[in-house]
């Protein structure tokens, strides 16, 4: 039943379409996950920090007790008892945050995408980091805004660099806590500073946050969002203190902004899984993550460190790196003349990975650098593939 | 640790988001959702046929076996044997489709929303059915298309109609089954015409398809796709034949859109969740849907009968309506005088509740029509409700 000569389609892309680019990361993620290669490339968070039997005994319990409702369509703007908790859990003293205010995300990721479709148009300034976290580039890329690169230095984002960038921008995307890619934080004073800043130029403040509760040591510092829950869109995830392969987190929003991203989810996708969020509920409402986020904090914490020890043993002494206080990642600056694209091509051949630096770079990338994950490789592998890199390097000076 | 006197946000929104407005039928749907009422709003499957307890087997067994995968981050394309039994399902023996061109996403709507970024400019036009599915209106809508009409008859779309409005067009969106909102099915001739017109202006054609399966009598129609796999973009969901609630839906393209496609979930939420994919292969693997369906099929064919045995009961002469041979809707028309948006009104104050027509038209929406769905109300409820809209209409004229 099959037409005779069809007309090939000349596909017509939209002009949106022309700036999608397949992320860097998830090419080299490709290569590197054969089995010989030791892959500090990775964002995955670790398996074995999965709770498994408790996601397993929670589905059971909510298929069991509620299936037919857990398995029917639901509404947009999430499942109002999970909702519930998640204002209670970002409610503060002075700050208090209703469930109005929650939109649940199939994942951060989701949460970018219907933030810069609600915000940006072609051509709107969008302040970012300098080096920004790869996926926000990315989600906000489709819209085709003009990014604008603010200042970093070694303790982060650089408030008092923002005005000058700051004109018409619609929106400053953050991370403030043990940042992708460099795993800095920012202090409490920056966090003041940074916003302050924002509300006096009625400049929307996006503080994304998936890695907060990893700190190896110590309380989390306090979210911005608490200090001006009016100007600050707060980014939160199960992915790094449960699961990723669920794909649920959620965005807290001044309510204005929280009904269009609700109106433009709906568009996008309806709904997250009803049955996601009925056992993510289940699984935390018991105060499950305060007895779990300690085991992963401890695991990476371990990770982190072993690997810091091997930066110092193996690399060589103009090569600098951060030391992050949680969080999965280390930043590296090698010496200028080192390009981590070519480190790259000789590491992969010596079955060692790594993500170079460049993509995370809104503007004039610093090619000398690349970002470290600790978390996936046990500590003997990791001295190992350190070793390996710090010997390519010395060679490549 | 709050900031003091913040200067308010002035939300600038995108152009895009001034175009989003919550769907009719959900905010319909918040006030039906009362006990008392009898809805035939809804355009959710009957819970009744969510097979539950294969469900929950498929949870337990996936999470026992391989927990640690399924937990964590997935492939963008989706999940490799699932999409792999999506194409042998869709592969006919003239027409072979390779699981590269099976893109897995979150619910059809989330298919819908990529086909509008990857396709849609701003003034692109964009060929739709006259009345159309709303789903699809509002997700491309996002994307400010300019929508033509395509003429329609008692037979659904009328193939010989689209060449005057194909200038330039950049897809036509159909749904030859069991159509929402009107229940109709294109005949095996119009389909061929419909291809043949699409494949000879090379216009990508559309073919969504939530109710293929729902058939009360006989085998469904041959598939489109299997018309012109090179011209065809399919649209699949396991929501009507499953559940709706886990969203897991799928498309079937062409290699260079389908790889767009991919880009543009990638920025969009990075994955579908890996879990809900293997559980549903995991039920879907052995056949459990040909045992299933059925099922589905004549608890919905027989709840159809007795609406449409109601209408003829109760409804004046001069209405119409359609007769589906399968699917959740019948179209009602109404004589010219009456405004099934004032019949809305008065039906809701007897508490009853149904969809009216003009939301699904993109041009010129005839407001003497209506949605009735019959799945999830019991048949005495089916005869009582259509009994008090009977009696109402009859009062209006």
Redesign the interface.
């Known amino acids: ?3 005779e000569n ?12 022309q700036q ?4 860097f990361i ?1 090419e080299i993620l490709k290569i590197t996950q054969r089995p010989e290669i030791i892959s500090f490339a990775g964002g ?1 968070p670790s ?2 920090t ?1 709770p ?1 039997e408790r ?2 005994e929670a ?2 319990k909510v ?2 007790d509620s ?8 509404p ?1 703007d999430g499942y109002a008892p999970l909702r519930e908790w998640i204002a209670d859990y970002l409610s ?1 003293d ?2 208090k945050i209703v469930p109005e205010q929650i939109l649940m ?3 951060s ?2 949460a970018l ?1 219907l933030l810069g ?5 072609e051509g ?1 300034r969008v302040l970012v980091e300098t080096p920004s976290y790869l ?1 926000a580039l ?2 906000f ?3 085709r805004p003009e990014f604008k690169s603010v200042d970093t230095d070694e303790h982060g984002l650089v408030p008092s660099s923002i005005d000058a960038v700051a004109q018409g921008a ?1 929106l400053l995307y953050s991370l403030p806590n043990f940042q992708n890619p460099t795993g800095r934080s920012l202090s ?1 004073e920056r966090r ?1 500073e940074l ?2 800043t924002c ?6 403040l996006i503080e994304d946050d998936p890695y907060g509760a990893l700190s190896y040591k110590g309380e989390p510092k ?1 979210r911005m969002l ?3 829950p ?2 600050v869109i707060y980014m939160g995830s199960f ?1 790094k203190v449960l ?5 649920l987190g959620y965005v807290c929003a ?1 309510l ?2 929280v009904r ?1 991203l609700e ?2 989810k ?11 969020q009925m056992v993510v509920h289940e699984v935390v409402k018991d105060g499950f993550l305060d007895r779990h986020i300690p085991t992963i904090r401890t695991l990476y914490g371990n990770q982190c460190q072993v690997m810091l020890d091997a930066l110092a043993e193996h690399f060589p002494a103009d090569a600098t790196w951060t030391t992050p206080e949680g969080g999965m990642f280390i930043w590296v600056t090698l010496p200028k003349q080192i390009d981590a694209l070519k480190l790259l091509d000789q590491a992969i051949a010596a079955r060692v990975a790594f993500v170079p630096g460049s993509p995370f770079y809104a503007n004039e990338p610093e090619t000398n650098t690349l970002r470290l994950s600790f978390v996936t490789v046990p500590p003997e592998r990791i001295r190992e593939g350190v070793a390996v890199l710090g010997k390519l390097i010395k060679d490549m000076l």
């Open positions: 039943m099959k037409i069809p007309n090939p389609i000349q596909w017509h892309f939209s002009d949106r379409a999608l680019q397949a992320s998830r995955l398996p074995a999965f498994v996601m397993k589905f059971d298929l069991t299936g037919r409702v857990a398995l029917q369509y639901g947009t503060t002075g700050s995300v199939s994942g990721q989701q995408d479709k609600v915000l940006i148009d709107s996926g990315q989600a890329s489709v819209y619609r409490i003041l916003v302050e509300a006096r130029l009625g400049l929307p306090p608490a200090m001006n009016d100007g992915s699961t990723p392969g669920i794909r001044p204005p902004l269009r109106l433009a709906q568009a996008a996708d309806l709904h997250t899984a009803q049955l996601t």
